[in-house]
């Protein structure tokens, strides 16, 4: 390859990373890509089936996303094993949102459909294109696993009905449940029967082998079992007449309004998508020792739902069974969603006539088994037993989508993601810096054993940045520890060597700071400044006035220079400054003597600071402590 074509092909690479996978791809994978992709052909085909329900939308309609969806996520997303295919949670969201707009079912519900799954996919895409990834870190996985786990409650509260034979109910998730308490007598028995029979086999057909596709099996029983005993004579729901082949792509004819209604839906499911399939996408891509990138995981998912949408079908988002089952087929690349993007226009075009008699009772067991693992109560305990506030907040989340459904509960979700980023970054976390016993280190108080403090100082590092959520609330806790504290404090040395960030309020607090200790006749001083944070001092004029003296680049250095200035009035305070200079000096001394010349600025430096704590010593010996 030439030296010019090298760059294009990285370009390439990185707008699209399939083709990455296309130079290396070795003939010995072709193999275990085609199994991956009969095994996520024969999962994908009853979910979906299943999951079009859960939107809303005609069987068919599965059929119209689902190759769109594959093809796109293989060629602009960053996981080789990652499924783009329907989501439960994904499908509730397009439901609610089209539902306050349209009829389930009408012809403008589709189009609205199809229109959401476009408009989620673009803002996706622009987001990836922002570089916007980083958002996943904020959204606090305490909170989605509440917020999951009642999502799945109303999922699955919605198929019960089905596998009764009980007409649904509208409402919130507490209505629907009276609704079904209260017409359980209602109940068709062989509708109970295929609903149960279809549940107990699923459950059987997992305990036999995880490998073996359950849901496509019970499809086939349920089907045959249909057909055989004329099920839809006997007042069982079924699917009905679905007419084979696929859409051609185009726009939903819509308008600037209906857009414009649309948006808070998309920008949830956006989210809910990125925040389902990033978590997965690591995994799978720390197993195979290959790395994913955030921002291509939001244009692959973007270009995924702009594919169902320009055919007529509704969001998706990533389905964590089938990547599990494709990588535990052997998939090694996206060659396998292409392959399966492929059988399934082949059933698409083919065989849907076959599923007319598809009861809707196996349809909702399928589901109902999908679901079952969103409802993490493992997690729930885990969150419970190690930090009762996580817990707290996904009880919240829970609640909160079952008593307000599901968009103002995502909406309450991620308002708690922000409140808690918020509230977390503005609690100062501050820790007191100690010696410990025979060493020149300055460590946590909490964590040194028998820490020995420095007479009149007060030693204090902030562990994060200073910026504008957490500076109030640092300056306060610093005056605070000093007025406190148990003993005098002549200065304050704050050590600087974690802060990387500060911006302007950060700085303008460090000046009143200054102001507020020059008050109480203390002085600030700070130590192991990092040179992003000593540029903004020096712009604002900070350094200026503290004073370029009291910065110093090494916590001891400042402590040196504290003890050798530091009064002396009662005794004990003699005894403690003697004892902590000669202590020190004898330390520095002996670093020192490890040190040769190569080494030479550290070894001036430590030869200074002990000639300056001998004088002291002496000063402090001949004056008798008296202040000076």
Known sequence: MSAISKPAASRLSRAVPFAGTVRGYRPAWLKRDVVGALTVTALLIPENLAYAGLAGMPPAAAFYAAPAALVLYALFGSSRQLISAASAA???????????????????????????????????????VLRLGRIAQFFSSSVLTGFVFGLALIIALKQVPKLFGIEGSQGDFFERLWF?????????????????????????????????????????????????????????????????????????????????????????????????AIGPARMLAARHGYEVDANRELVGLGAANVGAGLFRGFS???????????????????????????????????????????????????????????????????????????????????????????????????????????????????????????????????????????????????????????????????????????????????????????DVPGADMLSALRDDLAQRRVTLMLARVMAPTRHMLERTGVTAKVGAANLYPQVLDAVVEHLSHAPAVTPEEQALLRDGLHRLRSLVEEAGSTLDASEGVELDRLQDLGQRLGRAESELDTLGGAPH
């Open 90 to 128: 994904v499908a509730v969201l397009s439901a609610a949102t089209v539902s306050a707009m349209a009829p389930a079912g009408s012809p403008r519900f589709v189009v609205l459909t199809a229109a959401l799954a476009l408009m989620a996919g673009l803002i996706s895409v622009l987001a990836g």
């Open 316 to 502: 998706v988002g990533s389905s964590l069974s089938k990547s599990a089952a494709n990588d535990a087929a052997g998939a090694r690349t996206e060659v396998s969603a292409l392959l399966a993007a492929g059988f399934t226009v082949v059933v698409a075009l083919f065989l849907l006539p076959l599923i007319r008699l598809l009861p809707d009772a196996t349809l909702a067991a399928i589901v109902v088994m999908a679901i079952s693992g969103m409802m993490d109560v493992r997690e729930l305990r885990r969150l419970y037993r190690m930090r009762r506030e996580d817990f707290v907040m996904a009880m919240v989340a829970l609640v909160g989508v079952l008593a307000l459904d599901v968009l103002p509960g995502l909406l309450l979700a991620v308002g708690l993601s922000l409140f808690l980023t918020v509230y977390r970054a503005s609690v100062p976390r501050l820790s007191e810096l100690g010696r410990a016993p025979g060493t020149l280190a300055f460590n946590d108080v909490r964590h040194t054993p028998r820490p020995l403090t420095v007479p009149g100082m007060l030693i204090l590092r902030p562990n994060e940045g200073i910026f504008f959520a957490n500076a109030t609330s640092l300056r306060d806790e610093i005056i605070e520890r000093v007025r406190r504290t148990g003993r005098p404090v002549q200065s304050v040395l704050l050590d600087l060597e974690v802060t990387v960030d500060l």
């Open 180 to 276: 079904l308490v209260t017409h359980l007598g209602h109940t068709h028995v062989v509708t109970l029967l295929v609903g149960a029979g279809s549940l107990l086999l699923l459950l059987g057909l997992e305990r036999v082998s995880e490998r073996l596709p359950a849901a496509l099996l019970v499809l086939v029983v349920s089907i045959l079992v249909s057909a055989l005993l004329g099920l839809d004579a006997r007042g069982v729901h079924v699917v009905g007449k679905v007419q084979a082949g696929l859409t051609t792509p185009r726009l939903p004819g819509v308008g600037l309004r209906d857009f414009v209604g649309l948006i808070p839906g998309a920008c949830g499911i956006a989210l809910v998508a990125f925040a389902e």
